[in-house]
């Protein structure tokens, strides 16, 4: 699903980046912390460029929202949902200029766990796929078998953004 070229020339730098290539090594809703962060920024990829959204800034700002390793592995579970955007915009920022729209997607995709809402549009569509993607994830990791509309809802919507 992530071979075409479009997309992977637009993460190209930072797939290669060796340290965002340590998210291979972290574990994240049942599979690493680098596939969940391909997946939405691919999920993007397709949303923002079909909505003629500017989807190079916003594919490459889904793909570094997640981009922290072990900088909240002391914090409780709800200071670690908190604070992690802040480490992901520290560390996208050591090795990339951000446009104010990339640093707000990082930033505010807890939302509305972290409470400032966004200042863009754009923000608000990487955090909703980031949901839909992080759901999606859960329910293939543990194999729990969801029934009734709660299920075709996630299928519908994943189904969307996999076509
Ligand atoms: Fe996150
Ligand atoms: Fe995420």
Same mark, same amino acid.
């Given at each position: ?42 999920? =993007? ?53 951000? =446009? ?13 766990? =972290? ?42 919507? =994943? ?5």
């Amino acid at each position: 699903m992530y071979s075409n070229s479009e997309f992977l020339k637009i993460c190209d730098d930072i797939l290669s980046n060796s340290d965002f290539n340590k998210l291979k090594f972290c574990k994240h809703h049942g599979i690493t912390r680098y596939e969940h962060s391909l997946r939405v920024a691919y999920y =993007t990829y397709k949303f923002t460029k079909k909505f003629h959204f500017n989807y190079v800034d916003c594919t490459r700002a889904a793909l570094l929202h997640d981009f922290f390793t072990d900088e909240v592995n002391n914090l409780g579970g709800f200071k670690r949902l908190v604070e992690h955007p802040k480490y992901a915009l520290i560390n996208s920022k050591k090795y990339y200029e951000l =446009t104010s729209v990339q640093e707000d997607i990082i930033i505010k995709h807890m939302f509305p766990i =972290t409470l400032i809402p966004p200042k863009y549009i754009e923000s608000y569509i990487v955090d909703f796929i980031d949901d839909v993607a992080s759901i999606y994830e859960r329910i293939h990791s543990t194999g729990v078998q969801l029934s009734g509309a709660f299920n075709a809802l996630i299928v519908l919507i =994943t189904g969307i953004f996999i076509k």
